[in-house]
């Protein structure tokens, strides 16, 4: 190396090891590693944040629900170990110059202790709060969920709002869904209106669904073709005809005949899943009415029970023998479970299972949001403290004046109103709200809907670009939309 660039080396050494030991002097020794441990939290934390509001806002099933709540309650421990390791553990351990196995130690144990505890006390919350609602709050949570999916799938509107489908995909349509429960609980009157959102939810999806009854009627004209052409006249009349031929011909031999006729009839055996023989000088009506032929009707249109489905029937004959019964009695079955008096759904009452479970369903996500913010919030503040001050290292840059600086940024999301926040529907529920929780929560409602605007893009933005796409365990993909379903059913 020649004897300039020689010397320019050293100097740009010394320049360093001189700013290392000014760094050093000024500030303290765990300041790198917290800040990096934290800044991993934060991407972490960031990322859940997006994907929780993707779950809470989203129809979701039951284990992804499941996955997603574990993940957020060991975060949260992770948080507060990450707040004691900064504030009380490694300033301790520097200043009593702890050795390895001391700071493993002290380390490891803060932060089993906190996940467990922060882990515990979050599920603890929720059986508390779950174990102390009473039949009446539990029947409102049936409702309240139900209202929720009805409005997620575009069928149910809540009075002058205008919740679109691709509204509803917006951070702030994703909130306003995963707090609307909440929201509507306050309204006194939500158990009536409810109940007639319910009854027109319910017979729409029962007409319009996969085996709905509004397709039973196409789908009975084909079979009855089905049956009548490939069937009937296709084996069942030849076989006849040729049966009364070989009984004329062989006047002595009718077994021999009957023997080939049954011969003939095994495709139609096997095809109706019938061990029995087909009996011969059958009418349509009398072999449209054979148990196989109805068996398989009923299950291609999706009719339960044993209940015989007659042939040749026209659309308003249909209309008022199948389909009108049918719709019926799906509907009242679905909202019998919903219209259990209050009591039904308390501790030790026949739909207790049912109770707890949309009462946790409407406890989990504003909670698991509450503590996903606020630990985000906690430490966007104290990582940009650490950065700050190894940046600056200021005496006035100290965490009262970063949080205040981070306080001020968040609290501006109040003036950053939107369309759902400016709605005359929302401003009933937030009013009736008010009444019913006080201003604070109404505040922190709106200010979450508003804030979510500008945070979920920046958070959904570190999961797919910093932790490569982390699930925490929802993947939505490409999924059937999702039914209104029994929700007495042992499981959903």
């Given at each position: 190396?020649?004897?300039?660039?020689?010397?320019?080396?050293?100097?740009?050494?010394?320049?360093?090891?001189?700013?290392?030991?000014?760094?050093?002097?000024?500030?303290?020794?765990?300041?790198?590693?917290?800040?990096?441990?934290?800044?991993?939290?934060?991407?972490?934390?960031?990322?859940?944040?997006?994907?929780?509001?993707?779950?809470?806002?989203?129809?979701?099933?039951?284990?992804e629900v499941d996955s997603i709540e574990h993940f957020g309650r060991y975060i949260s421990g992770a948080a507060l170990a990450l707040a004691l390791w900064g504030t009380a553990i490694m300033p301790r351990g520097v200043k009593a110059k702890w050795s390895i196995g001391g700071w493993i130690l002290a380390l490891g144990l803060?932060?089993?202790?906190?996940?467990?505890?922060?882990?515990?006390?979050?599920?603890?919350?929720?059986?508390?709060?779950?174990?102390?609602?009473?039949?009446?709050?539990?029947?409102?949570?049936?409702?309240?969920?139900?209202?929720?999916?009805?409005?997620?799938?575009?069928?149910?509107?809540?009075?002058?709002?205008?919740?679109?489908?691709?509204?509803?995909?917006?951070?702030?349509?994703?909130?306003?869904?995963?707090?609307?429960?909440?929201?509507?609980?306050?309204?006194?009157?939500?158990?009536?209106?409810?109940?007639?959102?319910?009854?027109?939810?319910?017979?729409?999806?029962?007409?319009?669904?996969?085996?709905?009854?509004?397709?039973?009627?196409?789908?009975?004209?084909?079979?009855?073709?089905?049956?009548?052409?490939?069937?009937?006249?296709?084996?069942?009349?030849?076989?006849?005809?040729?049966?009364?031929?070989?009984?004329?011909?062989?006047?002595?031999?009718?077994?021999?005949?009957?023997?080939?006729?049954?011969?003939?009839?095994?495709?139609?055996?096997?095809?109706?899943?019938?061990?029995?023989?087909?009996?011969?000088?059958?009418?349509?009506?009398?072999?449209?009415?054979?148990p196989g032929v109805q068996a398989q009707m009923r299950r291609k249109l999706g009719i339960p029970g044993a209940a015989p489905i007659p042939a040749g029937l026209n659309g308003r004959q249909f209309q008022e023998i199948v389909y009108q019964p049918l719709l019926d009695s799906r509907v009242n079955a679905l909202m019998s479970?919903?219209?259990?008096?209050?009591?039904?759904?308390?501790?030790?009452?026949?739909?207790?299972?049912?109770?707890?479970?949309?009462?946790?369903?409407?406890?989990?996500?504003?909670?698991?949001?509450?503590?996903?913010?606020?630990?985000?919030?906690?430490?966007?503040?104290?990582?940009?403290?650490?950065?700050?001050?190894?940046?600056?290292?200021?005496?006035?840059?100290?965490?009262?004046?970063?949080?205040?600086?981070?306080?001020?940024?968040?609290?501006?999301?109040?003036?950053?109103?939107?369309?759902?926040?400016?709605?005359?529907?929302?401003?009933?529920?937030?009013?009736?709200?008010?009444?019913?929780?006080?201003?604070?929560?109404?505040?922190?409602?709106?200010?979450?809907?508003?804030?979510?605007?500008?945070?979920?893009?920046?958070?959904?933005?570190?999961?797919?670009?910093?932790?490569?796409?982390?699930?925490?365990?929802?993947?939505?993909?490409?999924?059937?939309?999702?039914?209104?379903?029994?929700?007495?059913?042992?499981?959903?």
């Amino acid at each position: 190396m020649p004897e300039g660039q020689s010397q320019q080396a050293v100097a740009w050494d010394k320049a360093l090891r001189d700013w290392l030991a000014r760094f050093h002097a000024s500030r303290p020794a765990y300041l790198i590693p917290i800040t990096v441990l934290t800044g991993i939290y934060l991407a972490c934390e960031l990322s859940f944040n997006a994907r929780l509001l993707d779950v809470v806002g989203g129809t979701p099933t039951k284990p992804e629900v499941d996955s997603i709540e574990h993940f957020g309650r060991y975060i949260s421990g992770a948080a507060l170990a990450l707040a004691l390791w900064g504030t009380a553990i490694m300033p301790r351990g520097v200043k009593a110059k702890w050795s390895i196995g001391g700071w493993i130690l002290a380390l490891g144990l803060s932060a089993f202790v906190s996940v467990y505890m922060v882990y515990n006390l979050e599920g603890d919350l929720i059986d508390y709060l779950t174990d102390h609602s009473d039949g009446a709050t539990r029947q409102r949570a049936l409702y309240l969920a139900a209202l929720r999916h009805g409005i997620l799938t575009g069928d149910v509107q809540v009075p002058t709002m205008t919740l679109t489908t691709g509204k509803l995909a917006t951070p702030e349509g994703k909130t306003f869904a995963a707090l609307f429960p909440v929201l509507a609980y306050s309204d006194n009157d939500v158990i009536r209106k409810a109940d007639k959102a319910l009854m027109t939810l319910s017979a729409k999806q029962f007409a319009t669904g996969p085996a709905g009854v509004a397709k039973a009627f196409s789908a009975y004209s084909g079979l009855t073709v089905f049956y009548g052409v490939n069937l009937f006249n296709g084996i069942y009349a030849p076989a006849l005809d040729k049966l009364h031929d070989d009984i004329q011909d062989n006047p002595g031999s009718p077994q021999l005949a009957r023997a080939l006729f049954d011969e003939k009839m095994k495709p139609i055996q096997a095809q109706l899943g019938s061990a029995a023989p087909i009996p011969p000088n059958l009418t349509w009506q009398g072999f449209f009415a054979l148990p196989g032929v109805q068996a398989q009707m009923r299950r291609k249109l999706g009719i339960p029970g044993a209940a015989p489905i007659p042939a040749g029937l026209n659309g308003r004959q249909f209309q008022e023998i199948v389909y009108q019964p049918l719709l019926d009695s799906r509907v009242n079955a679905l909202m019998s479970c919903y219209r259990n008096p209050p009591e039904a759904f308390a501790d030790h009452h026949p739909e207790q299972e049912a109770g707890r479970r949309f009462m946790r369903l409407l406890l989990v996500p504003p909670i698991a949001l509450a503590f996903s913010l606020i630990g985000a919030l906690v430490h966007i503040t104290k990582f940009s403290n650490y950065a700050l001050r190894m940046a600056v290292n200021k005496p006035w840059l100290n965490i009262r004046t970063v949080g205040a600086a981070v306080a001020a940024i968040g609290l501006s999301a109040f003036l950053a109103s939107n369309a759902i926040t400016t709605s005359a529907g929302f401003g009933v529920l937030r009013d009736e709200t008010r009444q019913q929780l006080g201003p604070f929560f109404v505040a922190a409602f709106t200010w979450v809907i508003q804030a979510q605007h500008y945070a979920y893009p920046f958070d959904e933005a570190v999961r797919s670009h910093v932790l490569g796409g982390a699930t925490f365990g929802y993947r939505p993909g490409d999924r059937a939309e999702p039914k209104l379903v029994d929700p007495c059913a042992p499981e959903l």
